[in-house]
């Protein structure tokens, strides 16, 4: 199982990012995904997830309606949309296949003037 992040980043507060987790080794389209972020000095915490269709689940309050998750499974790849981006959103984001218990290596976001 191989789950590899990218789109990551330095951007302007209120600007955008979108993230991709490209899934290997194992059905993609059967599992339900994730993804997490750990900021310097605090746990790791759920971002969002989405339902092996694409229905997505459990938004952070605090990226609700500036974030998006979705997926692509013909592409094996899970995203993140991630609009009006804030200097408390700075951390390590990290895709997570739940069930499966593998994660990505993650993939810097820093949201900095």
């Known amino acids: 199982v191989q789950l590899v992040e990218s789109g990551g980043g330095l951007v302007q507060p209120g600007g955008s990012l979108r993230l991709s987790c490209a899934a290997s080794?194992?059905?993609?389209?059967?599992?339900?995904m994730s993804w997490y972020r750990q900021a310097p000095g605090k746990v790791r915490e759920l971002v969002a997830g989405?339902?092996?269709?694409?229905?997505?689940?459990n938004y952070a309050d605090s990226v609700k309606g500036r974030f998006t998750i979705s997926r692509d499974n013909a592409k094996n790849t899970v995203y993140l949309q991630m609009n009006s981006l804030k200097p408390e959103d700075t951390a390590v984001y990290y895709c997570?296949?739940?069930?499966?218990?593998?994660w990505g290596q993650g993939t810097q976001v820093t949201v900095s003037s």
């Open positions: 989405i339902t092996s269709n694409g229905v997505p689940t």
């Open positions: 997570f296949a739940p069930n499966i218990g593998s």
């Open positions: 080794g194992f059905t993609f389209r059967r599992y339900a």
